[in-house]
């Protein structure tokens, strides 16, 4: 009887550890490009705060948008057990804003990367439709440590252009279809667009992608993740920014982080996290 207890602890222990392996966390992250213009909420009086966000979570995998150079440098930095894949979008090296991706090296080992533009001809920087500025995305398949594989794409929709975010939809569906290789999948950013939107219908009705979020919680709750100035006072009720799912993966929690200091949230946007098991 001793035997076959002890057994059944070891059996359970590795039903476990097997499970656990094939968990992880997610995490959408506007963090608002570094501009003196934003006085006390300037990057630099804010950007410990983000540190202890994404510290604080412990996350797997985050994309950030709107992340410059020198901030993309500052998280590497304070981040030296994760790896990062991505480039400016303006000329596809170090200039202008990154969508960069995150991965902790522990848990994964990066099999393939690359980015494309929102636009037109996606291979070169350029604005695409009626974008006011480049909008780029980034790609990555990674293989974790039980060696199952996830593709996973980070990217950030135009702010003022409708075709724009309606054509870039489309396309991430096209480019999914043609680089996942029909593994787990991940799409994730902040797409200025809100579940009523015909840009994230497009891509929320698609036969390939549903929102972790409304997935774990009442579709009936719009929880705002933009909050112009940074203040409290100023978070609206529109979800712009969201992580994505195919099939095969299963959301066993998704949240928005309302984490704030005296009153203002460390960037105009909310982060997003959700927890994804594979089926």
Aim: charged share 25%.
């Amino acid at each position: 009887m001793k035997i076959s207890f002890l057994l059944l602890v070891i059996i359970s222990t590795i039903i476990s550890c097997t499970s656990e392996s094939e968990k992880f966390t997610i995490m959408t992250y506007n963090i608002r490009y570094s501009t003196e213009n934003d006085g006390i909420n300037y990057w630099e009086n804010r950007k410990e705060k983000v540190k202890g966000i994404i510290d604080s979570l412990n996350i797997d995998v985050f994309g950030l948008q709107e992340a410059l150079q020198s901030q993309v440098e500052y998280i590497q930095n304070q981040f030296p057990h994760y790896e990062m894949s991505g480039v400016g979008r303006d000329d596809g090296k170090t200039k202008g804003e990154y969508a960069p991706v995150f991965w902790k090296k522990s848990k994964f080992t990066l099999v393939k990367n690359g980015h494309f533009w929102l636009r037109e001809d996606h291979t070169v920087p350029g604005t695409g439709w009626d974008a006011n500025i480049n909008r780029i995305a980034t790609w990555i398949i990674l293989e974790d440590n039980s060696g199952e594989k996830y593709f996973i794409l980070n990217t950030h929709y135009d702010h003022q252009g409708e075709e724009a975010r309606r054509n870039s939809s489309l396309l991430i569906l096209k480019k999914i279809e043609d680089l996942s290789e029909g593994l787990p999948l991940v799409v994730m950013g902040d797409l200025n667009a809100d579940p009523e939107s015909e840009p994230y219908k497009i891509l929320e009705k698609s036969d390939i992608l549903k929102d972790c979020f409304s997935e774990v919680n009442s579709k009936d709750i719009n929880h705002g993740t933009f909050a112009g100035g940074f203040s409290i006072e100023n978070l609206n009720d529109k979800k712009i920014d969201h992580i994505f799912s195919n099939e095969k993966l299963v959301t066993l929690e998704a949240h928005i982080i309302f984490n704030q200091y005296n009153g203002y949230y460390p960037s105009d946007h909310l982060p997003v996290m959700a927890t994804l098991i594979g089926k």
